[in-house]
């Protein structure tokens, strides 16, 4: 039996940002509890100040060691920084990506950040529903900044870097051209693009690459943002100030266009509508316990009805 929970208090003590809470809450998200519900609506008021910035690229691109970075010199501003590791691939459990952990050591006793890896494959309502509440818990929580980071760059994972309010694409030199980028589908949904390993060859010929492939994708839309391409190395922190600065300015133009808020209820409508079938499918049963979906597939195998009229009968009565 899992432990009651106490909604008011965990939240309040969360909202407070008591890190004990907000991990408990996370813990919450993952297993599906019960109270979802209830924790959803109390952390919702408290939410919509935290700026979410979505990390994706190839694997071993450097995206654990840039968001380390990242952190530190958000730190050195003073900002509270959550970070947030999605391996869309392995099913949901606190242990994900013990390497990232590793990595992210350096910031493990500073109570300004907060790190937690979660795989989400096989969850109520996917990937899709399970990202966005973890990033209410953590904005709700007060963090500044919310940084996802997501394995690989696979739909879900173009899903769900597409969804932060700003998305960097990670690349390095001579494993991710701008071809390969093209290819991926990683032009659209950069904001901003980070060549990473910049201490390796070529990565003044990737930049050069991208400026070019960023640009002419430009031309179709001139007023929108022009995406910045930044040269880094993540291992040394040279260029992570840039990296920064480029979030920044991009965080400023989202605002002042309204794009912000079109991403954000993109982000929302994606979740509540990842939740709405996936309250629709329960409804509609399974066809072992003699449902209303089996009796209608009957009735369509025996010629009584059309598949139409069953899908529209069906849908009325579940309502
Ligand atoms: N030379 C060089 N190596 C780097 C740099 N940044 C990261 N690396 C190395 O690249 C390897 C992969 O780095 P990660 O940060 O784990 O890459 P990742 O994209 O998070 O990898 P996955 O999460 O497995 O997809 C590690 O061995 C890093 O030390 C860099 O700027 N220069
Ligand atoms: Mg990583």
């Keep these: 039996m899992a432990r ?3 909604v008011p ?11 004990r809470s907000v991990a408990r809450l996370v813990s919450l998200v993952e ?38 970075a ?3 010199a958000l730190r050195a501003q003073g900002k509270r920084v959550a ?3 999605v391996d869309p691939s392995s099913p949901f459990s606190g242990g994900a990506l013990l390497g990232d952990r590793i990595r992210m050591q350096d910031h493990t006793t500073d109570p300004g950040v907060f790190i937690r890896s979660v ?3 096989g969850h109520l309502g996917g990937l899709s529903a399970a990202t966005p509440q973890v990033v209410r818990v953590l904005d709700a929580a007060g963090f500044d900044v919310v940084l996802v980071e997501t394995v690989g760059v696979g739909q879900s994972e173009v899903e769900v870097a597409g969804a932060a309010d700003t998305t960097l694409v990670l690349l390095a030199p001579g494993m991710g051209d701008g071809i390969q980028a093209a290819k991926a589908g ?8 980070v060549v990473n390993k910049a201490d390796r060859a070529d990565a003044d010929a990737t930049v050069r690459d991208l400026r070019h492939m960023v640009g002419l994708a430009d031309r179709r839309a001139p007023n929108l943002w022009r995406p910045v391409v930044v040269k880094a190395s993540a291992a040394t922190g040279a260029g992570i100030e840039e990296v920064l600065a480029a979030i920044a300015k991009h965080h400023d133009w989202a605002r002042s266009s309204g794009e912000l808020r079109v991403r954000r209820i993109r982000r929302a409508a994606a979740e509540v509508e990842a939740l709405a079938l996936t309250r629709l499918r329960a409804r509609l049963g399974d066809l072992r316990a003699g449902s209303a979906l089996g009796e209608a597939a009957v009735a369509v195998v025996d010629g009584r009805q059309d598949p139409f009229t069953a899908a529209d009968r069906l849908l009325a009565a579940i309502r």
């Design 4 to 6: 009651p929970v106490d």
């Design 9 to 19: 208090a965990l939240v309040e003590s969360a909202t407070a940002g008591t890190p």
């Design 31 to 68: 297993d599906g509890n019960p109270a979802l519900p209830q924790i959803m609506a109390a952390l919702v008021p408290h939410t919509g100040r935290a700026h979410v910035v979505g990390l994706t690229g190839a694997p071993g691109v450097g995206k654990s060691t840039t968001t380390n």
């Design 70 to 72: 990242l952190v530190g």
């Design 83 to 85: 970070v947030l590791a």
């Design 119 to 121: 795989a989400s494959r």
């Design 186 to 193: 990683i032009l659209e949904i950069g904001d901003v693009f």
